[in-house]
């Protein structure tokens, strides 16, 4: 083995003297740093207190340098052994004096060279004007079996399909580093020395940057790695035309010659074995193309941009012509090649026909839709009138962009039936398995099927064996429909909602024909067979339809209190409004004492005559809010329960309190990255016994409360229309047509109104409260004083205020003063009372508020530099004592 040359240290003072960055390097043949990191030495140059302890001493070491800025911008360019001895450094000499870079190339010759232990070498240049790329390599080559390791053999019996390469030339730039001489023994695997065999560290040219990318470019032109070629600039040989015709690119590529393909953009340079080098027709530069590298698949590779053909990418003469002469339609330049007298001319034939479509079914679950309507509007028990539909289009679909265009042009102009549009994009409407109304987003999926159903989509095609031209059916690409969907707005009608049962507009009218309704945009799906209403409400048909719904269906229920029986009247009404008002409406809570009372009947009231969407109350705010978002965005019903809370629960969420004071609700829809907005417009319900509120929803509570006052409610009987389930399912058309009848005559009478102030909820509450005002009904949120019992929070903290106020009067305290004086009334959080700081924490989150008469104020002590507290009774307010 070969001793480390004493010399290291002077070998680092010439390159430290030179400008250069130094590193040792390990004598273990891993050409690794002799550094716990190197990293600092990218951005700073070592010094020679650093060279003093790295290569004093005598220890085996191997010297390098770092490339790029922190060594003045130099670059090497590394020639591999295997390079060197396939002629890749004459070749490149060549080029490079072919292009007129002789003279740069020359003196990189000159300056610092380096021969590598594998017989490889090492140039190195400085470059200005820009940085030093990192390192790159430039040309490299499948490696020969010959040349093949134990270990690359091992791969190839593992993966056939791998490919060895060799890599024949390479940079040193930025972040890199490379030995130097008089590195060798035991620092290189082969036990050789790096020798230097011209110039020196103070010898490196320097050359400016347009240069330095000009040499790198010639050199790139020398890889013969395989590339993948494109159909867009090769492509792929086809099958033979019978009789031996000859397509006109198969043609041209046989009979043309790259001079003639290439003439007016390149120029041949020189010529190395089967491989030419082209330069700009106007004599501008130097090497910018190669042909024939390869004898068996001659393909012309750029390697600059400035022409119509793309670098890096390999062109048959067919493409290259097809790019050149015509934007790269192929289609275009076979036909100017034909007219040209290039490939032979088939027979002929007629074009295929498009195949005729079977007759499609009744529309229900969006894949289809009826061709006509009904004879007339009166409603029908087996579905909604649908739009008259013309004949069915034919649409040509060739170029992706030509179909997309027909296929908006055919929304625009009304020809394709039943497709609606909402904030999410294209919908349609259908019935599912419990027939109830459905929403359907539509993903790229349902827009391929609903047009494959309604559009006879072709494509023009042009027979790969005969080129005959001929129309095929083709459905629209997946990702066209993608595209349509992905688009901002659609020429088609705006969904608004679906209802199920007529409903009156904002003008007073009614909405009562099935279908889609052009002034409100609302689609009318009816839950059951809408019956006929006559044209005027008379004073009979009133009274009929209020015995209906008071004497008859509402007649047995154990109201709590003429409000309960109001409040759910009025709720019951609320679906066939909703279209007339604004703002939201409260949540409807039917709760009861006891189980069996009536809750579940007084839902299915709502579910006969508009269907509901039944969901079970989420376990927390995350799902509650996924629940609320599933609701509105894909179900049809006007009528959204939660069934069977649990008994005694507390409302108290604030995912309630936001949706029930909304007219819209925006959420993400899970699968989707965009955010969505609805329109808050259905009822929401709650069921079960004892239900409560807490913080803010009490005001957002309509209650319906129930109390048979019977040890078995259930077992109760003589009910004035027997068992409800039945008459519903017998008789729900006769009740819808009761409640609309309720609604037209208060319309017929002027709708008049009673002002209610109710936040919120005002309009809706004092249109109601004019309605049931009209039809005799008494009670209309009247229970808003016992509404405050619902409401926990309310009534511990009434409860609270009051002892605090009696005990302490109204002079500020401490928190701690608070709890001693009232311990049996101050909030528990639990069993255990709360500490100082968390009931202060309390009390600010509800300063300014009133429970009942009492409110908490805040006194800011300056003396203590603390907070104290008193309690305000709204008596005071105006005599100045309520101030601070």
Not at 263 to 292: C, E, M, N, Q, S
Not at 587 to 601: E, F, H
Not at 750 to 777: C, F, H, N, Q
Request: charged share 25%.
């Amino acid at each position: 083995m070969t001793l480390q040359p004493p010399d290291l240290r002077a070998a680092a003072r010439e390159l430290h003297d030179a400008g250069l960055c130094v590193l040792p390097i390990k004598a273990d043949g891993s050409k690794a740093p002799a550094l716990r990191s190197w990293t600092p030495y990218k951005l700073e140059r070592s010094d020679p207190n650093d060279h003093d302890q790295w290569f004093s001493g005598g220890r085996p070491a191997g010297i390098a340098v770092v490339y790029g800025a922190v060594s003045g911008n130099v670059e090497m360019i590394e020639f591999e052994g295997h390079a060197i001895r396939d002629g890749l450094l004459d070749e490149v000499t060549d080029i490079m004096e072919a292009s007129g870079l002789g003279e740069p190339w020359a003196a990189i010759q000159a300056g610092w060279v380096t021969e590598s232990p594998s017989g490889g070498r090492h140039f190195r240049v400085r470059v200005e004007g820009a940085d030093v790329p990192g390192n790159t390599k430039l040309a490299s080559r499948l490696a020969r079996e010959d040349e093949y390791t134990d270990e690359e053999r091992q791969r190839l019996r593992e993966r056939p399909t791998t490919r060895i390469i060799r890599v024949q030339i390479e940079t040193r730039g930025q972040g890199g580093y490379g030995l130097v001489e008089p590195s060798g023994g035991a620092v290189h695997a082969t036990g050789r020395p790096y020798v230097r065999l011209a110039g020196g560290p103070d010898g490196i040219p320097t050359l400016d940057a347009a240069t330095m990318q000009a040499i790198r470019d010639v050199c790139r032109m020398l890889d013969t790695l395989p590339r993948p070629e494109s159909p867009k600039t090769a492509p792929k040989q086809q099958s033979p035309l019978p009789d031996g015709g000859l397509r006109p690119g198969e043609d041209f590529e046989t009979r043309a010659d790259w001079a003639d393909v290439l003439r007016g953009t390149f120029r041949p340079l020189i010529t190395r074995g089967h491989t030419t080098y082209w330069g700009w027709a106007d004599g501008v530069g130097g090497v910018k193309a190669t042909t024939g590298r390869d004898p068996e698949h001659d393909r012309l590779y750029v390697f600059a941009t400035g022409s119509e053909l793309q670098a890096d990418v390999p062109y048959t003469k067919f493409g290259a012509y097809a790019a050149l002469n015509h934007g790269g339609n192929f289609k275009a330049a076979a036909a100017a090649l034909r007219r040209d007298g290039f490939g032979s001319e088939p027979a002929r034939r007629r074009l295929a026909a498009v195949p005729a479509q079977p007759q499609r079914q009744h529309f229900t679950d969006g894949s289809a839709a009826l061709d006509v309507a009904p004879d007339d509007q009166e409603a029908a028990g087996d579905g909604p009138a649908l739009r008259v539909v013309g004949s069915r289009p034919d649409l040509d679909i060739t170029v992706e962009a030509d179909g997309i265009d027909g296929v908006l042009a055919l929304m625009a102009a009304g020809r394709l039936p039943d497709l609606y549009k909402r904030s999410g994009g294209p919908c349609w409407v259908y019935r599912d398995d419990n027939d109830d109304p459905v929403v359907q987003q539509l993903g790229a999926d349902n827009l391929r099927a609903y047009l494959a159903d309604h559009v006879s989509t072709y494509t023009v095609r042009r027979d790969a064996r005969t080129e005959q031209l001929m129309e095929q059916r083709e459905l629209l690409m997946p990702k066209s429909c993608a595209t349509l969907l992905g688009r901002k707005d659609w020429p088609l009608p705006l969904l608004r909602g679906v209802v199920t049962s007529p409903v009156v507009r904002p003008d007073g009218t009614l909405v009562e024909s099935p279908g889609y309704d052009g002034a409100t945009g609302l689609y009318l799906e009816p839950r059951v067979p809408l019956r006929r209403l006559q044209p005027q409400v008379t004073h009979e048909s009133l009274a009929r339809a209020k015995d209906i719904v008071l004497a008859q269906v509402l007649a047995d229920f154990p109201f709590v209190a003429a409000s309960d029986r109001a409040n759910y009247l009025g709720a019951l009404l609320t679906p066939i409004l909703r279209p007339y008002f604004h703002g939201p409406t409260q949540m409807v809570a039917i709760t009861a004492t006891t189980s069996g009372s009536g809750k579940t009947l007084l839902k299915d009231i709502f579910k006969h005559c508009y269907g509901t969407a039944d969901t079970a109350w989420p376990e927390n705010d995350i799902e509650l809010r996924k629940s609320i978002t599933t609701q509105l965005y894909s179900t049809g019903a006007p009528v959204v329960v939660f069934d069977n809370l649990p008994n005694g629960h507390v409302l108290k969420t604030p995912i309630l309190s936001a949706l029930l004071t909304g007219e819209h609700w925006g959420d993400r829809i899970l699968g989707a990255t965009g955010k969505v907005t609805m329109r808050n417009d259905r009822v929401w319900v709650v069921t079960g016994n004892a239900l409560r509120t807490g913080g803010d929803n009490r005001r957002r509570i309509l209650w319906v409360k129930l109390d048979p006052d019977h040890p078995n409610p259930d077992e109760r009987d003589g009910f004035r229309v027997g068992d409800l389930r039945p008459w519903l399912r017998a008789n729900a058309s006769t009740l819808v047509a009761a409640l609309v009848t309720l609604v037209r005559a208060w319309l017929a009478a002027g709708a008049p109104t009673i002002r209610v102030r109710k936040g919120d909820y005002s309009e809706w509450a004092s249109m109601m409260a004019g309605l049931l005002g009209y039809l005799g009904v008494n009670g209309w949120m009247a229970d808003r004083d016992q509404a405050q019992d619902q409401d926990d929070e309310l009534v511990e903290w009434t409860a609270f205020l009051e002892m605090w106020r009696e005990k302490l009067g109204d002079q500020p305290r401490q928190t701690g003063a608070i709890i001693a004086a009232v311990p049996d009334h101050v909030p528990r959080k639990g069993d255990e009372l709360p500490s100082a700081n968390q009931l202060g924490a309390w009390l600010k989150s509800r300063e300014g508020r009133y429970f009942g008469t009492h409110k908490v104020v805040k006194v800011w002590d300056s003396h203590r530099r603390q907070n104290l507290w008193r309690v305000d009774v709204h008596a005071n307010r105006g005599t100045g004592q309520h101030q601070p």
